[in-house]
């Protein structure tokens, strides 16, 4: 049992690690290359389509699954502290997205719809440095906390 948990904890923590990594190389740049007023409604869409349960099932998943793989490895050795620090790690994600990215999210989804802004670039200024920073911590932290998991599994 305890292999299996670990296992789909390090499954999980690897689809999020994916996720906010592939967002960095590929939808962050490309937003890069947009005018203001695409950016906005682009960024307000793409916080509405990841509010779906398949997400939130691996986003909370990899949380619990971790936090019961380092439960059940408390007594095993040195692979304990590499499952302890994948585990603590996805927390740290979890805690960035929700103390930082979503505020940030709510922010945006709140100045309305874009056609309607008396300035898309303000928005948009107010909104991406910041959430950028936050989302490049939380993915860095994400793929370390995934590798932590990686090194559990294969000394296992």
Same mark, same amino acid.
């Given at each position: +049992?305890a292999t299996?948990v670990? !296992? /789909?904890?390090?499954?999980?923590?690897?689809l +999020?690690?994916?996720?906010y990594?592939?967002?960095? !190389?590929a =939808?962050?740049?490309? /937003?890069?290359r947009?005018?203001?007023?695409?950016? =906005?409604r682009? +960024?307000?869409?793409?916080?509405?389509?990841?509010?779906n349960p398949?997400?939130?099932l691996v986003?909370?998943g990899?949380?619990?699954a971790?936090g019961?793989?380092?439960w059940?490895?408390l007594d095993?050795g040195d +692979?304990? &502290?590499w499952?302890l620090a994948?585990?603590?790690?996805?927390?740290?994600?979890?805690a960035v997205?929700?103390?930082a990215?979503v505020?940030l999210?709510?922010?945006?989804d709140?100045?309305?719809? =874009?056609?309607r802004?008396?300035?898309?670039?303000?928005?948009?200024?107010?909104?991406?440095r910041? &959430?950028v920073? &936050?989302?490049?911590?939380?993915?860095?932290v994400?793929v370390?906390?995934?590798?932590?998991?990686c090194v559990?599994?294969?000394v296992?």
């Amino acid at each position: +049992m305890a292999t299996a948990v670990l !296992v /789909l904890a390090t499954v999980t923590t690897g689809l +999020m690690a994916g996720l906010y990594l592939g967002f960095s !190389v590929a =939808v962050i740049p490309a /937003l890069a290359r947009v005018d203001d007023a695409t950016f =906005v409604r682009v +960024m307000q869409r793409v916080n509405d389509a990841i509010q779906n349960p398949l997400f939130g099932l691996v986003f909370v998943g990899a949380l619990v699954a971790g936090g019961a793989a380092a439960w059940w490895h408390l007594d095993r050795g040195d +692979m304990r &502290w590499w499952v302890l620090a994948g585990a603590v790690g996805y927390a740290v994600t979890v805690a960035v997205t929700v103390a930082a990215n979503v505020p940030l999210n709510n922010r945006l989804d709140r100045a309305g719809p =874009v056609e309607r802004l008396a300035d898309p670039r303000a928005t948009r200024q107010d909104f991406e440095r910041p &959430w950028v920073r &936050w989302h490049t911590l939380r993915t860095s932290v994400c793929v370390l906390a995934f590798g932590c998991l990686c090194v559990a599994l294969s000394v296992a």
